[in-house]
């Protein structure tokens, strides 16, 4: 009797002991699902410090989910320009709604207001369906720490093969949401970290912050619109690294050329890495070769008479097997 | 009278005592550009398509700018007294011009690639940023969307 008892003990013991590792590997990516709403849903302010080798950036944000509609203001607080006019400091302000990105950039005397497309700013780095990143990345709990001094969970995603580096993610404890990252190297140096050092949940749901701060001595300007356009050409990349997806293809002119160059994003649902292809101009030499500058990789190659760039924070393997991969489908009556 | 301005653009100001704004925005000077910055900002926050500033003026001018183009011009006498066969040549005339113009311009162009020094050149030594910019552009990653125009000093150029 006392025999058959510890036998039931120890197997339940080594069940029990197989199914924590499982569940703990399922709780991190419930972790990283819960921060990546979180992001979208939660109305907060904060500031948070961006630092990129010895680049650094205080941003404030004040982001707010108006029924579904997310809405957010980014204020750069360091680098502001001072204007010899009004002495007070005008910061740049990222203004977006939805995937709608208007940046208002203070230069000189003037006031740049550009337009952009984009998605997954942060703290909204991880994507809502997190698929892609399991196909790629290993989920790991990590330790407790304390991040702008809350209480919040440490998650590794480890990646799977050598085209991507490896994130450490912090999501606070109450609240789910994303409150610091790393990116980090084959060897684990920090290449990138993002942190909140103050964050607080927003309780009102005015929106007059939504607002840019208008600064009268200056000119406002738009930018000269290079609006691209999307397209389908016959640029193939025969073999994209493992886990990386075509996102999204644009087409635009640029100013002094006067062919439009066609960029390709591919993305593996948090690094992405941009692709562009443009014919050689006339007097100028074409590149080749491989760089790198800060946490970004360039790779450039030519294929035909054409320029072949690849730019992305990822590993040199990515950036280069995307450079070599690429060809023209030649143009025929049927895929016309 | 900014903010008064401001709010009238906004519907939030009662327009029947808007009249000495009117005036002043209409006599020129600051306050005009008040309402010319209004509405580009307000366009802009709204998300709609934005002409940019001075856009009608450039239009003109290069409207003005167009070389004009003579055969629609020569045909103007022909088509009032002429055959409509003669016209016709006119036009083919036209036609060819342009198609020996198109082929040069290919001729020219194909010379020109072909004079190049083409050999190609490390990247290292001619860092092309512009590509960056782009790739942060329209694939944010994180922060570096903020970052964007600043973290290009000290890279070899």
Known sequence: MFKIAVVTLLTSLGLASFSVTSLAAEDAWLVLQKAAFAARELNYQGIFVYQNGNQVRSVQITHMNNAGQELTRNMVLDNRVYNKKSPAKQPREVFSQGSDIVIFHPKNDKVIIEKRRGQNLFPAILPVNLKSLKESYTARMGALDDVAGRQAQIIELIPKDAYRYSYKIWADVQFGLLVKMTLLKEDNEALEQITFQELSMLNSQDLNWFQPSIDLTKKYEMEEAVLPSRVNSNWIVAELPPGYVKVDHIEFMVNGKSSPVNQMIFSDGIASVSLFIEPIAKGTRPKIGHHLIGTTHICANVIESYQVMVVGEVPLATVQQIANAVSFRKQTALNR | ?157
């Open chain 2, 1 to 157: 009278m900014k903010d008064q301005l401001s709010a009238l653009i906004d519907g939030e100001f009662d327009v029947e005592n808007a009249e000495h704004l009117i005036k002043s925005v209409k006599s020129g000077g600051e306050l005009k550009d008040c309402w010319q910055h209004y509405h580009l900002i307000g366009d802009a926050m709204r998300s709609e398509m934005v002409l940019s500033q001075g856009f009608t003026e450039r239009v003109m001018n290069a409207l003005n700018e167009e070389p004009t183009v003579l055969a629609p011009h020569a045909i103007e006498k022909p088509l009032a007294k002429t055959t409509f066969f003669k016209s016709n040549q006119i036009w083919s005339v036209a036609a060819s011009v342009a198609a020996v113009m198109f082929v040069g311009l290919m001729l020219l162009q194909q010379q020109l690639t072909g004079a190049e020094d083409s050999s190609p050149v490390e990247i290292a030594q001619s860092m092309p940023l512009e590509y960056l910019e782009a790739h942060h552009a329209a694939a944010p990653n994180g922060a570096a969307y903020y970052i964007q125009n600043v973290s290009h000093s000290g890279t070899g150029q």
